[in-house]
């Protein structure tokens, strides 16, 4: 089976992408496997200037998933155009993760990245949990939603915009369509969950922050419901994500209306993980004797 | 990094033995066919662990060679009592040898200051051919038969103190206080231990003026670099993540929480 996809103006080797902020800049995985075998590599959030991050404690584990509220840290984009993306292997498909506080600095990172030609595609994330301005705000409110993909669009170029929607809603659909309205070329889905650990003992958060996000396997039937509600909602692509970690995971998204899939936690049970899933996906994919993703996809019978 | 060794695979459990103490496990992995230094890590998750636990763990190595890969660990929670249930013929993931390793400098004086299981990691370094200029202290709460203690004490000059009130705990301090300052000019420590321990080491290295490295046992998620929970506070104010700037700093370029 050809394994692969098309994801509007975006071809993909095969449907596995890996999530941002869970594969570094792809070069903490280089001795774990070849990075263009990949369907993509979703970098790091990147924001105009450095962050920090988040004290610590940064992560918790939790049954089946792990809380984490890293708050961002990252190199800025200037450190991370001259230090970190001229090292990445050409033949590797790069998807650039923007993080910014305002639309304005949203539309300049996307202006930044529109002329990098290892850059295959951008997504914006409105939907991070973990930092207190921007983020989630933008990601829970159409209205704000819409003003931050009008400004990327507006500076992004060729490159295709994807954006990525929080769980952290009443109704996905609504913010959904309204990133589609104000000119996504593709949504992801989803971004963690709000969550809590905490220790009876010690009478203390296990993050610094408190709150986190929950991702990892618990969050998968949550995922599984939210792209199946916008692959209705919508007609752009759609990549799925949250809690996946077998070929079977992979293809359930695909069932429900996804074009392709990311891998996030999953990286760190394994950091071959990824490589293997890309042969995994296609080796079940043969034995139902599915021939293209097309013919697959969104065939759920309900 | 030496690319050349074989960086994730599954070995076989030979052993995994409780140690006189049941809360103390001694787990050899067949061989990985990596060397590795001391200090270095090593990230493990067993291959039928499903997905109730999602991180692997990380552990010194105590000892490689082409016997196998020898780890020695305390059982904390969750995970370490699971592990501990490993028997013969299972298979574990494993991804190493990982992160820093602590220097020695051959001119001088080595002190090794290891506390409590933190005295895995010296094991491998008590094996090393030249041990004139290593010498160690170690501070222990169960008896000294459950560690691998004499083993070191047979090849490099070692003292062990055992802590059971806090009094113990306060004379331990003073005397890591003295040693530390005896150190000042004339060599280093290297320590390993509990986290209230590497505080006090770091505090008399900045007050006496000697030179030290530690290791520090951070939350890892992935140990590879990637999910930037185990970092720790440079003193210029960065967060670095340990499992590759690290686990073993020197005392002088971080912070430890106060
Ligand atoms: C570089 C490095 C080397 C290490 N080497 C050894 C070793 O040689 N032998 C050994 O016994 N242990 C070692 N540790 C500590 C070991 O990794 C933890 O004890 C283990 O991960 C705890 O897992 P758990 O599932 O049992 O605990 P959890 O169920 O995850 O937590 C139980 C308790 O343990 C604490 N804990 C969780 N993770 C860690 C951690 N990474 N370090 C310390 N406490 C933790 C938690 O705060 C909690 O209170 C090392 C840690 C690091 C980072
Ligand atoms: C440690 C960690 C860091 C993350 N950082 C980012 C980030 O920088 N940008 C982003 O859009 N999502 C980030 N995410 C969210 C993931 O990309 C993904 O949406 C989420 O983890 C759900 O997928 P999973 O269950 O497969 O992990 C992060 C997740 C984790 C666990
Ligand atoms: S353990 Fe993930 S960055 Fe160090």
Redesign the pocket.
């Known amino acids: 089976m050809d394994q692969k996809i098309q994801l509007g103006p975006l071809t993909l080797k095969n449907p596995v992408i890996t999530a941002s902020g869970t594969f570094g800049y792809g070069l903490e995985f280089m001795r774990y496997g070849d990075l263009s075998a990949i369907g993509a590599i979703c970098l790091k959030g990147i924001s105009l200037a450095p962050r920090a991050g988040n004290p610590m404690?940064r992560i918790a584990?939790t049954p089946c998933g792990m809380l984490n509220a890293i708050g961002l840290q990252n190199v800025g984009v200037e450190k991370f155009l001259k230090e970190k993306l001229p090292y990445i292997p050409a033949g590797a498909t790069l998807i650039a993760n923007l993080y910014a506080q305002t639309p304005e600095d949203f539309g300049e990172l996307a202006g930044i990245f529109s002329t990098e030609d290892k850059i295959a595609a951008l997504e914006v994330n409105i939907s991070c949990p973990n930092v207190r301005e921007g983020g989630v705000q933008f990601g829970q409110d159409p209205h704000m939603a819409a003003a931050v993909v009008g400004a990327v669009k507006k500076r992004s170029g060729t490159k295709p915009v994807i954006v990525k929607l929080s769980p952290n809603v009443t109704d996905v659909r609504v913010i959904a369509k309204a990133a589609v309205d104000a000119g996504a070329d593709m949504l992801s889905l989803i971004n963690t969950l709000s969550g809590m650990s905490v220790?009876i003992r010690t009478r203390r958060s296990?993050l610094a922050n408190v709150v986190g996000g929950l991702s990892g396997p618990a969050i998968k039937p949550v995922a599984l419901r939210m792209v199946h509600q916008v692959a209705q909602a919508v007609n752009v692509p759609i990549i799925g994500m949250g809690g996946i970690t077998s070929a079977e995971d992979v293809l359930e998204f695909i069932l429900v209306g996804a074009h392709a899939v990311q891998i996030g936690t999953y990286n760190f049970m394994r950091p071959d993980n990824a490589f293997r899933l890309v042969e995994e996906v296609r080796v079940l994919a043969e034995s139902l004797g599915i021939e293209s993703w097309d013919d697959y996809r969104g065939t759920l019978q309900v | 990094m030496i690319d050349s060794q074989t960086p994730c695979r599954d070995l076989e459990v030979l052993s995994c033995r409780p140690g006189s103490d049941p809360s103390?496990?001694d787990l050899v992995l067949s061989a990985p066919g990596w060397t590795c230094k001391p200090g270095q890590?090593v990230m493990i998750r067993p291959a039928h662990w499903g997905v109730e636990?999602v991180?692997p763990?990380?552990?010194?190595?105590?000892d490689v060679s082409d016997k196998g890969l020898r780890?020695?660990?305390?059982?904390?929670?969750?995970?370490?009592?699971?592990?501990a249930e490993l028997e013969p013929g299972q298979k574990v993931t494993v991804w190493g040898p990982?992160?820093r390793w602590f220097r020695i400098d051959e001119a001088r004086p080595n002190l090794i200051l290891a506390g409590?299981?933190?005295i895995?990691?010296f094991v491998m370094l008590a094996r090393r051919e030249r041990t004139d200029n290593l010498s160690m202290l170690f501070g222990h709460r169960l008896d000294l038969e459950h560690y691998p203690y004499d083993e070191i004490a047979a090849r490099i000059k070692s003292e062990a103190m055992q802590q059971k009130t806090p009094a113990d705990i306060a004379q331990f301090e003073t005397v890591l206080s003295e040693r530390i300052k005896a150190l000042a000019g004339v060599g280093q420590v290297l320590a390993?231990g509990?986290?209230p321990m590497l505080k006090v080491v770091r505090k008399y290295c900045l007050l006496h003026g000697t030179d030290g490295q530690v290791?520090?046992?951070?939350?890892?998620g992935c140990g590879v670099g990637a999910c930037l929970g185990?970092v720790c506070k440079t003193t210029a104010g960065d967060y670095v993540q340990?499992?590759v700037h690290?686990?073993v700093f020197d005392v002088r370029d971080i912070e430890l929480g106060v």
């Open positions: 404690p584990e220790d296990r | 103390l496990i890590f636990l991180w763990r990380p552990f010194s190595v105590c780890i020695i660990f305390q059982t904390v929670g969750r995970g370490t009592r699971k592990l990982l992160g409590g299981v933190g895995a990691p390993c509990p986290e290791s520090l046992e951070n939350r890892m185990c340990s499992c690290g686990p």
